[in-house]
C-alpha cells in the first residue's frame, strides 16, 4: 500500500508540473504566419508579429495599478488623474464661456481644419472615471517598461522626458508639492499622444491598446 501510495504521488505531482507548464506556454504568443489562418483583425493589427515571443502575462503586470507600498507609483497613478480631470474640466470651461468654436476643433485630427462635430461635452462620471483610468495605466506602462521592456519602444523626446519624470519621483519626498509632477506628466502625455505614424520607434501608445 505505501508503495502505491508513493506512486499514486509521483504521478499527481508529474500532471501538476506539467499543467503548470501548458498554463505558462499559454501566455507567450506564437507568429501564425499563415494569412489564411489569420482573421481580418489580426491581419490589420499584426498583434501577432509584435508580440511574437513575448509572455502576454508579463506585460499585462506592467499595466496594473501601483502597489500597495509603492508610494512613488501611487503619485504618478494620482497625478495622472488630476492632469486628465484638469483637462476635461479645461473643456466645460470652454462651454460656459460661450466658446463654441473650440470643441470642434478640439474633436479634429487635423490640426488646419476643425471637425464637422464638436467635442463631446457630456460625459457620465462613470464613463469618465474609465478613461482616467486607461491614461494612469499607460502612463505607469509606459515608465515601467521604460526600464524593464526594450520592446516598447520611445522616441529620444519621450524617453528623456519619462527619465526626467523618474529622476523627478527619485527627488521628491511626502511634502513635496505635487505640482512638478503633473506638469510632467502632462509633458508626457502631449508628447505620446503626438508620435508620429512615421516615426522609426512603433508608437508605445499602440503598443499598450495591444496588451
Avoid at 10 to 20: F, G, L, R
Avoid at 48 to 61: I, P, R, Y
Amino acid at each position: 500500500m505505501q508503495w502505491l501510495d508513493i506512486l499514486w504521488d509521483a504521478k499527481v505531482s508529474e500532471a501538476e508540473d506539467q499543467e503548470k507548464v501548458y498554463n505558462t506556454t499559454l501566455n507567450h504568443v506564437k507568429d501564425a504566419q499563415s494569412l489564411i489562418t489569420k482573421t481580418p483583425w489580426l491581419r490589420h493589427t499584426r498583434w501577432e508579429e509584435t508580440f511574437a515571443g513575448k509572455d502576454m502575462s508579463v506585460l499585462v503586470k506592467l499595466t496594473e495599478g501601483p502597489g500597495r507600498h509603492n508610494h512613488q507609483e501611487r503619485r504618478v497613478w494620482d497625478a495622472t488623474a488630476r492632469v486628465i480631470r484638469a483637462c476635461f474640466n479645461g473643456v466645460i470651461d470652454c462651454q460656459e464661456r460661450g466658446w463654441t468654436l473650440i470643441p470642434f476643433w478640439l474633436r479634429s485630427v487635423d490640426r488646419n481644419k476643425e471637425d464637422t462635430k464638436p467635442f463631446r461635452m457630456f460625459i457620465a462620471p462613470a464613463t469618465l472615471y474609465r478613461y482616467v483610468s486607461y491614461w494612469q495605466q499607460y502612463i505607469l506602462f509606459s515608465l515601467r517598461a521604460m526600464i524593464a521592456e526594450e520592446s516598447v519602444q520611445f522616441n529620444a523626446r519621450q524617453r528623456e522626458t519619462l527619465l526626467e519624470l523618474n529622476l523627478l519621483l527619485n527627488e521628491i519626498n511626502e511634502t513635496t508639492d505635487d505640482t512638478e509632477i503633473d506638469k510632467k506628466i502632462l509633458q508626457l502625455s502631449i508628447l505620446l499622444i503626438q508620435h508620429s505614424d512615421y516615426a522609426k520607434e512603433r508608437s508605445s501608445l499602440i503598443y499598450f491598446t495591444g496588451v
